[in-house]
């Protein structure tokens, strides 16, 4: 059954990961060709597919929404730890990986952008928010859950917690800065350097929820 699971999980991370990393290929080019067929593609890319991968993955396994780190505290005492989790993950996410980036730029070779969600944001209100919105809450729910807690599911059967963890957290901050290759060299390093922690973070803390709301929050952010 483990095995079945773990092959399920992976069937589903792998076309996500391909699609985050390939779509930087893809997008541009419709977005210059027609606003509308980009947005077709990006809806379908990180509300459609993930959607209707998850779907079929809970409803054909038996894995559950709380082996993926979806659970809510049950004490008062751990409601404060999520709450103090995600004033730290937001920290991480924010000040911590802007400070990555700066550092690897003086480290690394100069690298063009390709492409960036910040270019397809509109100025007018109200759609400027909508966008901003959708951004933040596809990209923490999304990538929290495929590249975090799924990734989680997939690794947690292994013999021993060492190869548990280094297991987990590698693969977790690989696929989770491969997908921003886009951004340059630095982005890619400052990603993986917080995938790391933040990995080790899910690791001990198995909740996905500081993850996911701290991802969305320091996006709203960044793109507004």
């Not at 209707?52 to 038996?62: A, H, K, N, T």
């Not at 404060?80 to 991480?92: A, G, H, R, Y």
């Amino acid at each position: 059954m483990a095995i079945k699971q773990k092959t399920a999980i992976g069937l589903v991370v792998l076309p996500f990961f391909l699609l985050g990393f390939c779509n930087s290929f893809y997008l541009p080019y419709l977005y210059e060709l027609n606003v509308a067929y980009y947005w077709v593609a990006d809806v379908t890319q990180f509300v459609f597919v993930p959607g209707i991968s998850l779907f079929l993955l809970f409803r054909g396994s038996s894995l559950s929404f709380s082996e993926c780190g979806f659970k809510w505290p049950k004490k008062r005492s751990m409601w404060l730890l999520l709450f103090f989790n995600t004033l730290l993950l937001i920290l991480i996410y924010g000040p911590m990986l802007n400070y990555l980036k700066t550092l690897a730029l003086g480290l690394l070779p100069y690298s063009r952008q390709l492409f960036t969600f910040h270019a397809v944001v509109p100025d007018e209100l109200p759609w400027r928010v909508v966008v901003v919105f959708y951004f933040a809450v596809t990209a923490g729910l999304v990538e929290e859950t495929f590249y975090r807690g799924l990734l989680f599911a997939y690794w947690k059967n292994c013999i021993t917690p060492l190869r548990l963890f280094l297991s987990y957290s590698l693969s977790s901050a690989l696929l989770f800065s491969a997908i921003h290759w886009e951004y340059g060299l630095h982005f890619v390093f400052a990603t993986f350097s917080i995938g790391i922690l933040v990995a080790a973070m899910y690791y001990y803390s198995r909740n996905i929820w500081p993850f996911v709301i701290s991802h969305a929050l320091v996006d709203v952010v960044s793109f507004y």
